[in-house]
């Protein structure tokens, strides 16, 4: 096949649960839309190959037999993808606005700065919003996040924050941030849509990060190749979120992983420093959550201890 498609979209999965439910809803949003949906089944045990080739024969499906990460499984897919954008989609996301893909790739084309841009992600209720993405973890980002100084109203004027929705700044509060068009250091991987010509200058994933922070590492590539990175609200899906991870390897892959990428990408005195920062919040959160009463939360963060 030419390289002549507008739209690629690419999903991991490994269970039909939310699946098959995320591709029917695809189907109406890319009429009219040059596209192709390419499936990564990473080694599920519900059959997902025939089971989607029988409800949705216009997939390709990619097979793995072993778990693999969610860089590794999404190269996999952008390898043989042909579409001029490609769209890293989760499995657990609903479409809901059946213009969004003809309308981004529209806006994207209008702004060919644009490497990366990110919808709005609703809450299963689809009405309140999640975060998606934020700001590099500079040493400053990642103490005010780690030691709750972002919850300090006022704060984030000064230090603009790695996970905007926890904070409690009047600018950042809630759902405040994320309901108008603005650009971000890095969006989240549920709903990643990429410029093929942008990624090609950039790379693909790095496949050291099995899961967490690898979509910040990318977008820090996209950002040092002057591609711009948006956030763009006007359009929107519904994402169950969290449904293929628990909290606990959530947050022991994000602290193990933001260590990975200061290996990385900065110089290494400043990787004690982070060690330490992160070291400090972890110690943070046994305490306050042992005096709360959530031990069973207070002993998570105890393993996490030892990760990074």
């Not at 990060?209 to 996209?222: D, G, K, P």
Request: some cysteine; charged content about 25%; overall charge positive.
């Amino acid at each position: 096949m030419s390289n002549t498609l507008d739209l690629s979209i690419i999903i991991v999965s490994s269970k039909k649960d939310y699946l098959l439910d995320c591709i029917k809803t695809l189907k109406p949003a890319l009429e009219g839309v040059e596209s192709e949906i390419i499936l990564i089944d990473n080694a599920s045990s519900d059959e997902l190959n025939s089971l989607v080739k029988e409800k949705s024969p216009y997939v390709k499906v990619l097979r793995r037999e072993e778990n693999g990460g969610f860089g590794e499984n999404n190269n996999m897919g952008i390898k043989i993808a042909t579409g001029r954008y490609i769209l890293l989609l989760n499995d657990d996301t609903r479409i809901i606005d059946k213009n969004i893909f003809r309308e981004m790739i529209a806006w994207m084309d209008a702004h060919p700065k644009a490497g990366v841009s990110s919808c709005a992600l609703l809450n299963p209720d689809g009405v309140s919003y999640q975060g998606s993405g934020g700001f590099y973890p500079t040493l400053f980002r990642v103490l005010a996040w780690m030691t709750f100084l972002d919850d300090i109203p006022g704060v984030d004027r000064l230090i603009k924050p790695y996970h905007p929705l926890h904070s409690a700044s009047p600018i950042y509060k809630g759902e405040k941030f994320f309901k108008s068009e603005h650009r971000q250091d890095w969006v989240t991987g549920a709903f990643f849509l990429m410029r093929r010509q942008a990624l090609k200058e950039v790379g693909i994933f790095d496949e050291d990060f099995f899961l967490y922070v690898e979509e910040v590492e990318l977008s820090a590539r996209f950002a040092k190749k002057g591609w711009e990175i948006w956030y763009l609200p006007e359009w929107k899906i519904v994402h169950f979120g969290q449904a293929t991870s628990g909290s606990e390897k959530a947050m022991i892959f994000e602290l193990k992983n933001l260590v990975l990428m200061y290996k990385k990408h900065e110089p290494k005195w400043k990787i004690p420093i982070l060690r330490a920062i992160l070291k400090l919040g972890v110690f943070l959160r046994i305490i306050l959550w042992g005096i709360a009463g959530k031990r069973d939360v207070s002993k998570i963060y105890a393993k996490a201890i030892n990760a990074f």
